[in-house]
């Protein structure tokens, strides 16, 4: 199954790293997908920052706060960028309980507060959870399965499974537990992407305008019983974006009227 996404996915991928991931400097290559990706994951909770807005506060720091935006909008960006930067740096970590925790912890540090006063950043939801009109399960038994994924996960990693398909599956079934208060998307991502990572793979975009493909694949996994959507979904995004920023690249590098 998917054996078309992947030889799709892979030969973009071959010509993506080779003219456009690789022809940039490393640090720029991944401030831009940094701030890519850190709009985007936000402003699918709810957050109003553009992608300029992003870069500004990226670049600036909280000394220049867009306009038009709140300051818990830029400390929840900013704790985003802490998270990411965290993940980066750590590659090599295991993919266990404890850098779970730690992600979600520097995801909520500075603004689980607001949402939920009693909660603390990084430790496990002590409640039952809803969100929109999802009413998950018991948290306690839902959280008792963390474990078994984080390992489950590593051991299809090992086994040779592609990256993306394990990526989305981890994803899937990582939100389905939901086990923290707040941040269980944010975290989700960033760890889907830390499987994409060590992979040398190119970290996975899931754009504001797609939230909704996105929230009914994550839905079927429980109306339907299976992770087939997201996964399809995945490999769509992935390959969508590959495609349109090589598209891109080719047409700014025309010559135009000027020269």
């Known amino acids: 199954m998917f054996e078309k996404d992947i030889k ?7 010509e993506y790293q080779q003219k456009l991931a690789d022809r940039m400097g490393k640090n720029e290559w991944m401030e831009y997908n940094e701030i890519l990706f850190s709009a985007h994951s936000c402003a699918i909770e709810g957050n109003s920052f553009t992608v300029d807005d992003t870069r500004i506060l990226r670049e600036q720091g909280m000394a220049m706060i867009p306009v038009g935006r709140s300051l818990f909008e830029c400390i929840e960006m900013a704790d985003h960028f802490r998270a990411f930067d965290y993940m980066l740096s750590h590659l090599d970590h295991p993919f266990d309980e404890p850098f779970l925790k730690e992600v979600n912890r520097l995801v909520t540090e500075h603004t689980l507060s607001y949402r ?20 998950f399960g018991d948290h306690e038994k839902l959280i008792a399965r963390v474990p078994a994924l984080m390992t489950s996960t590593q051991k299809a990693l090992d086994d040779g499974q592609h ?8 994803h899937g079934y ?32 899931i754009k504001l305008e797609d939230r909704a493909e996105y929230i009914s694949a994550l839905k079927n996994i429980r109306t339907e019983g299976t992770d087939e959507h ?30």
């Open 174 to 205: 990582y939100e389905y537990l939901h086990p923290f208060r707040d941040g269980n998307g944010r975290t989700g991502r960033l760890l889907s992407n830390f499987i994409l990572l060590r992979a040398d793979h190119p970290i996975l975009i």
């Open 230 to 259: 997201l996964i399809a979904f995945f490999f769509k995004t992935a390959i969508n974006r590959m495609k349109s920023e090589l598209a891109q690249k080719r047409k700014n590098t025309l010559p135009t009227m000027f020269f």
């Open 163 to 170: 990256p993306l398909v394990v990526a989305a599956k981890w």
């Open 8 to 14: 799709e996915y892979e030969d973009i991928r071959k």
């Open 116 to 135: 939920a006063p009693e909660a603390k950043a990084g430790e496990y939801t002590t409640e039952d959870m809803a969100a929109g009109d999802t009413i």
